[in-house]
């Protein structure tokens, strides 16, 4: 199992929290120091499935400068963008195998985890 982890993050650090109490201890990636490629990032988003838009934090400053509420706008150059500014990606995401979760908010964890 690999956790993108910004340790800066309430709820990335909470449901790294409550995977270890349940005695899962993943590989974790802090992706802000180590982002994920552009491959990387289509990779993921194949298995969380959903609209690529779910993947990023709307209410980021470099979301608004660069303008990604554009509708108009295609998933590759999202996550293009995502791949240029990390931050720009939701957090925290746990990933197992050939699926993963947004684990916002953390108790999501609960039953994905089942």
């Given at each position: 199992?690999?956790?993108?982890?910004?340790?800066?993050?309430?709820k990335s650090?909470?449901?790294?929290?409550?995977?270890?109490a349940?005695?899962?201890?993943?590989?974790?990636?802090?992706?802000?120091?180590?982002?994920?490629?552009?491959?990387?990032?289509?990779?993921?988003?194949?298995?969380?499935?959903?609209?690529?838009?779910?993947?990023?934090?709307?209410?980021?400053?470099?979301?608004?400068?660069?303008?990604?509420?554009?509708?108009?706008?295609?998933?590759?150059?999202?996550?293009?963008?995502?791949?240029?500014?990390?931050?720009?990606?939701?957090?925290?995401?746990?990933?197992d195998?050939?699926?993963?979760?947004?684990?916002?908010?953390?108790?999501?964890?609960?039953?994905?985890?089942?």
């Amino acid at each position: 199992m690999k956790f993108l982890h910004n340790p800066r993050c309430s709820k990335s650090r909470e449901a790294l929290a409550l995977l270890q109490a349940r005695g899962i201890a993943p590989e974790v990636v802090e992706y802000l120091v180590t982002p994920l490629s552009l491959s990387e990032l289509q990779a993921l988003h194949a298995r969380l499935g959903g609209p690529v838009r779910a993947m990023l934090r709307d209410g980021e400053d470099d979301y608004r400068e660069l303008g990604l509420a554009d509708a108009s706008l295609s998933d590759e150059q999202l996550l293009r963008a995502v791949a240029e500014r990390p931050r720009l990606m939701q957090r925290p995401i746990v990933i197992d195998g050939d699926r993963a979760l947004i684990a916002r908010p953390p108790a999501l964890l609960d039953d994905w985890l089942k």
